[in-house]
Structure formats: structure tokens, C-alpha cells
């Protein structure tokens, strides 16, 4: 490792990764448990739906910020698991939740549109009864399927690494010299 390569990523991607990690936690709780368990005639559902939809755009927004920086800032040398083919997953797994989360954010921004769900939220059209008319649900719901499975193998990863390997790799996502 040279001495211009950090130990840590810069504190701004580090913020920006764990107020993602939140809300993409709390996104998939919401969108996927929560919410299909509640009528479309409960008073409440549009109200998650809204509140699903912007913090959604927020993390869209977090998204971009965070790829910008990925390319702007140094970053620490890739983690190593201890075994060429895990080495490759895991690269495999961080590209692809950037792929997931974008593709999150293009279909739940297509859903948006088609649903035409500004008018529903100012009241001015009814809620749709079946989401699932719009096509582009199907893409939101198989990518946030993927999505969970893919946060629990980089949790799962985190904490081999962590408490398996004792490398303490999860300094690296944290703030500190």
C-alpha cells in the first residue's frame, strides 16, 4: 500500500454509505413487509406510498452523490477475504448494489410516472388499485428482491470479516485517522 492510499474512505462517503444503509434498510422493510399488507382503502397507505416515494428520490440523490465521490476521492486498497475466488464476489457484490440501487431508482421513478402518483398524493386522482397494471413494478419488485439478498451477503461479508478474520475491515466504513 502506498502512502497516498488511505486506510479509510473519506469521512463524506463514509456518511453517505451508512445514512444509505439506513434508508435502504428502512426502504425494503416498508416496500416489501409493510406496505402489501396494508388495503389500498386505509387512510394510511398513500401516506407510506408518498413517504416511500421521496425518501426513495432522497437516495436516488445520495446515490449519485456517492458515485461521484467514488471516483473523485482516493480509496483504500481492496479488501482482501483471504481467497481469490471471495476477492471476486465481493467486487462482484459492491458493483452490483450499485447496479440494483439503480435500477431501484429508475423503476420506482418509472412507477412514479406511470401511476401518475403526484396527482394521487394531491388528491386530485384515486389511488390505482392494482400496481402491478404499471410494468414498471415488476422491475421494482424483482430488483428490490435481489436488493435484500444482496445487503444480507454484504452484511454477512462485513461480519466475517470483522469477527471470522478479525482484519477489522469495518474500520475502513467508519470515521477516524
Excluded at 398524493?121 to 435484500?148: E, I, Q, T, V, W
Excluded at 439478498?149 to 466504513?173: C, E, P, S, T
Amino acid at each position: 500500500m502506498s502512502e497516498s492510499t488511505p486506510k479509510r474512505y473519506h469521512p463524506a462517503h463514509t456518511a453517505i454509505h451508512w445514512l444509505m444503509a439506513l434508508l435502504v434498510i428502512m426502504m425494503l422493510g416498508v416496500g416489501k413487509f409493510a406496505m402489501p399488507g396494508i388495503s389500498p382503502e386505509d387512510p394510511q397507505k398513500p401516506m407510506m406510498l408518498q413517504s416511500h416515494a421521496y425518501i426513495g428520490f432522497a437516495l436516488t440523490v445520495l446515490l449519485v452523490i456517492r458515485l461521484v465521490l467514488r471516483f473523485t476521492t482516493k480509496q483504500p486498497a481492496p479488501a482482501d477475504a483471504g481467497n481469490a475466488f471471495l476477492n471476486r464476489v465481493g467486487k462482484a457484490v459492491h458493483i452490483l448494489l450499485y447496479v440494483l440501487l439503480i435500477g431501484m431508482a429508475a423503476s420506482g421513478l418509472g412507477l412514479f410516472q406511470m401511476a401518475n402518483l403526484p396527482a394521487v398524493f394531491s388528491g386530485a386522482a384515486p389511488y390505482p388499485s392494482n400496481f402491478f397494471d404499471y410494468p414498471a413494478r415488476n422491475g421494482h419488485g424483482l430488483f428490490s428482491g435481489l436488493l435484500l439478498a444482496l445487503v444480507a451477503l454484504h452484511v454477512g461479508a462485513a461480519l466475517y470479516h470483522q469477527f471470522i478474520r478479525k482484519d477489522n475491515l469495518m474500520a475502513r466504513m467508519w470515521f477516524g485517522k
